[in-house]
């Protein structure tokens, strides 16, 4: 297996890694600017305010998305194990 070989899987894995990640982080990033928006405008400094709509906004996503994100998963998945036979033929 070559360096081409590695780096490809790699920069596949990274991207589904990413892929997987970005609904939650997306979420998480608006509620955390949302929620420091309404702390301003009221002026209230509680620092845990913003974990209640966070948590709630990641567990939402993970529901919502599970489904599109077990799909990707499987396929990487089963690519990377398609591919195995080539991988190991490979001088």
């Known amino acids: 297996m070559g360096n081409e070989a590695v780096l490809e899987i790699t920069n596949q ?7 997987l990640a ?4 997306a979420g ?7 929620v420091s928006l309404f702390q301003a ?3 209230i400094n509680e620092q845990t305010l913003s974990f209640i709509p966070k948590i709630l906004i990641i567990v939402a996503a993970l529901v ?4 599109w994100m077990l799909t990707t998963m499987t396929e990487f998945t089963r ?7 080539e991988m190991v033929n490979s001088p």
């Open 13 to 19: 894995a990274m991207k589904v890694a990413l892929m």
């Open 22 to 25: 970005a609904p939650m982080l």
């Open 28 to 34: 998480a990033l608006i509620i955390g600017v949302l």
């Open 41 to 43: 405008v009221t002026q």
């Open 64 to 67: 919502f998305f599970s489904p």
């Open 79 to 85: 690519e990377t194990f398609l591919r195995i036979p």
